[in-house]
């Protein structure tokens, strides 16, 4: 991981730039960097506010061989790695919103973009786009999202150093990745389960076409989200989201 570096200062999408990499065969583990976002992305079409030199913007460029169905595990990695680099840090206590939101005193910090590549059943390349926001005083997130959304500056009330941060989570990052390849995704889930937000407890789930109330279970050998149907039976679902009560 990250033998190759492509660090930009200014970019629409991090993303945008490594899926061109990938094209032009950038091997596995190559790294894009930039110091600001002009159209930075979220999942579901959202857009993700990447401010100069704030945080950090970067995606993974990543050519394992496991079948396509598997890649949303690696984003669960991703989002172990994050929590644990993250808890290291003094009266920091990350939790994971299922499936790879970071929050912070129950305010997001982080987010994770899977965005895949495939070919007859194979994969060709995923990218793991990471946004942390790491320097962003209260005045710095747009109002919109003050109340959901959060910087380690504003919890910690103290600067961080973006490059530090990022190295801590490479190293992390690669060791998972290989304890991944080697294992499996069992290692990860029992690490994913020690921060796992609201384990247990009821939630509001979100599908792409449907919402309702079920209690929150756990993640499945698979990393899928173990909850109940409206009608109470279990179910686990892959593709979900969990939904802020309002
Ligand atoms: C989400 O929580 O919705 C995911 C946010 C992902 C943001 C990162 S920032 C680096 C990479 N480039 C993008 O355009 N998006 C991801």
């Known amino acids: 991981i990250a033998k190759k ?9 991090t993303q945008t730039i490594a899926h061109q990499a990938a094209r032009e065969n950038s091997p596995h583990g190559t790294i894009v960097v930039a110091d600001e976002q002009t159209m930075g992305r979220g999942r579901m079409n959202r857009s993700w506010h990447s ?3 704030k945080g950090i913007w970067l995606s993974i460029l990543l050519r394992p061989e496991i079948p396509p169905n598997h890649a949303s595990q690696l984003t669960l990695v991703t989002a ?3 929590a644990e680099v993250l808890s290291k840090i003094e009266n920091v206590e990350p939790l994971i919103k299922w499936p790879n939101d970071i929050l912070l005193n129950r305010k997001k910090t982080a987010g994770i973009l899977t965005e895949m590549q495939s070919e007859q059943d194979q994969i060709q390349y995923i990218l793991i786009g990471i946004g942390l926001n790491v320097n962003h005083s209260i005045h710095d997130l747009n109002e919109d999202i003050q109340s959901k959304a959060t910087s380690l500056r504003i919890e910690t009330e103290k600067e961080w150093s973006v490059k530090d941060i990022i190295q801590k ?5 690669e060791t998972a990745y290989d304890a991944y390849m080697e294992d499996g995704f069992a290692p990860t889930k029992k690490k994913w389960e020690n921060y796992g937000f609201k384990i247990g407890e009821n939630i509001a789930i979100k599908t792409f076409n449907d919402k309702w109330q079920g209690k929150f279970l756990g993640i499945s050998d698979e990393g899928a989200l173990l909850t109940e149907s ?3 039976t279990p179910v686990k679902l892959y593709s979900a989201e969990i939904d802020w009560f309002t």
Do not use: M, N, Q, R
């Open 5 to 13: 570096v492509i660090h930009l200062e200014t970019v629409e999408s």
């Open 51 to 53: 401010s100069k030199e």
């Open 80 to 82: 172990t790695v994050l």
């Open 169 to 173: 989570l490479l190293i992390a990052f």
């Open 230 to 232: 409206k009608d109470g």
